[in-house]
């Protein structure tokens, strides 16, 4: 799986590097973002830029980081959301609990609010 891991500041910074994040990736993907969390990290960005496609895993997946991450006391957020990706997020109502933001630069400021 590609995905790499950055900070700023205090936000940890995770960036998808795959087209498409499918049940197959999770466990990988998920154990980049916990392993964060472990760091004390309580702040977490996800930046799905190139992500074109999840499935329903992925969805199920991004909820019980944000649970891990709300528990820790911090914030998760996802960036760089494309329309399809946004797409099964509004129709599962995950929107509701996570951010969506359209690029990381906006994501990362709105920490600050």
């Known amino acids: 799986m590609q995905v790499t891991t950055d900070h700023h500041g205090s936000i940890g910074i995770v960036r998808?590097?795959?087209p498409r994040l499918m049940?197959?990736?999770l466990s990988d993907f998920s154990a980049v973002v916990t392993g964060?969390?472990?760091e004390g990290r309580k702040h977490i960005l996800i930046d799905v830029a190139p992500v074109t496609y999840?499935?329903?895993a992925t969805i199920g997946?991004?909820?019980d980081l944000f649970r891990q991450v709300q528990a820790a006391?911090?914030?998760l957020k996802i960036s760089g959301?494309?329309?399809?990706?946004?797409?099964m997020l509004t129709m599962t109502g995950a929107q509701n609990f996570i951010?969506?933001?359209g690029d990381e630069a906006s994501a990362l400021r709105s920490f600050a609010s």
Request: hydrophobic share 35%.
């Open 81 to 87: 959301v494309q329309k399809r990706v946004q797409t």
């Open 36 to 38: 964060l969390i472990g």
């Open 61 to 63: 997946c991004f909820m």
């Open 16 to 18: 998808v590097g795959e």
């Open 23 to 25: 049940y197959p990736l």
């Open 54 to 56: 999840i499935d329903s």
């Open 99 to 101: 951010e969506l933001h």
């Open 73 to 75: 006391g911090g914030q």
